[in-house]
């Protein structure tokens, strides 16, 4: 009994032998891609001893590259380990070069804005990181009263680099710098452009998970100190059009009719039982009229 034990056991351990070793034997399917030999940062270009063949176990990504001649001689716009697959998603398109311009996508605009330590949110603007930007000045025709006004200008506009640095930072660590270039949309880079002229901009660092768009009214210096916000002053209604006014007709000036002759002069002249009247004109001279009455 014993020795059938010992049998089997042996039996047992001589299978587990022989099925490990025709396991290792055995080859898991691979695919060839393209993996980097070193760990190549953002803006790098991408040369014949960056990349290299090599054997992919298990499935690819559907953005990786097979050959090396998809890859070599364009830029890096996101960091590449060593040893991963070379993604096409990852590499700026053929003939963009390499450097900061390679990272921008198309449609959009890198703008330079220049920022201190307070500005700069003591360096802890990083690339990659989501900043809004608030501007303070006097507005033309503004009440003096208010004095310096603030608002928000623009929401969740992603840092392209900061410095001469164009790649994340894996630990986030803070770095003063004096220039951060922003990624707007060409209408962005217009308003940008003349508020940093015209105006005092500040940079408020978001959380990048939050997207959402706040509505603020901004604020002046006035109501710091407690002064009311002032009244929304209501338009106008528009009016009437103004109807020209027909031409004036020409008045014609009508000749006064003569006025009528004087009445003349009557002088009553009593002779004895006569009677006479004499009639005189205007221009005294005597007429030859007379009446005679019994």
């Known amino acids: 009994m014993f020795a059938f034990v010992v049998s089997l056991g042996a039996s047992f351990l001589l299978y587990r032998l ?7 034997n055995a080859k898991a399917p691979t695919t060839q891609a393209v993996v980097a030999t070193h760990s190549i940062a953002v803006g790098a270009l991408i040369g014949e001893l960056d990349v290299k063949l090599a054997d992919w176990g298990g499935t690819l990504p ?9 890859v070599v001689g364009r830029g ?6 060593e040893g ?7 590499l700026a398109a053929k ?24 500005v700069g949110v003591a360096g802890f603007v990083l690339p990659g ?20 006004l603030q608002r928000t200008l623009l929401q969740n506009i992603e840092v392209l680099s900061v410095g001469q640095r164009i790649e994340k930072s894996p630990d986030g660590k803070p770095e003063p710098v004096n220039v951060v270039n922003l990624l707007v949309t060409p209408e962005q880079a217009e308003i940008l452009s003349l508020a ?26 006035a109501r710091l100190f407690g002064a009311a916000a002032p009244t929304p002053v209501a338009a106008k209604p528009a009016g009437r059009p103004m109807q020209s006014k027909p031409a004036p007709v020409p008045v014609v ?32 001279k005597k007429e030859d009229k007379e009446k005679q009455q019994p």
């Open 84 to 90: 991963e697959p070379v993604l096409n998603d990852r």
């Open 253 to 284: 000036a009508v000749a006064a009719p003569p006025a009528p002759p004087p009445p003349p002069l009557v002088v009553e002249v009593i002779h004895g039982a006569q009677r006479a009247t004499v009639q005189f004109k205007s221009t005294d």
């Open 129 to 148: 990181m989501r900043v809004d930007l608030l501007i303070a000045g006097t507005p033309p025709g503004g009440n003096p009263r208010e004095g310096t």
């Open 76 to 81: 890096v716009v996101a960091n590449i380990y």
């Open 95 to 118: 003939g963009a070069g390499a450097g900061l311009a390679a990272t921008i996508p198309i449609g959009m605009r890198a703008v330079a804005v220049r920022v201190n330590e307070i």
């Open 18 to 24: 022989l099925a490990d070793k025709l396991t290792a």
């Open 196 to 221: 940093s002229n015209e105006t005092r901009i500040q940079l408020v660092l978001r959380n990048p998970l939050d997207t959402k768009e706040a509505k603020t009214p901004g604020t002046a210096m």
């Open 62 to 70: 559907p953005q990786a590259c097979r050959t090396k001649e998809e």
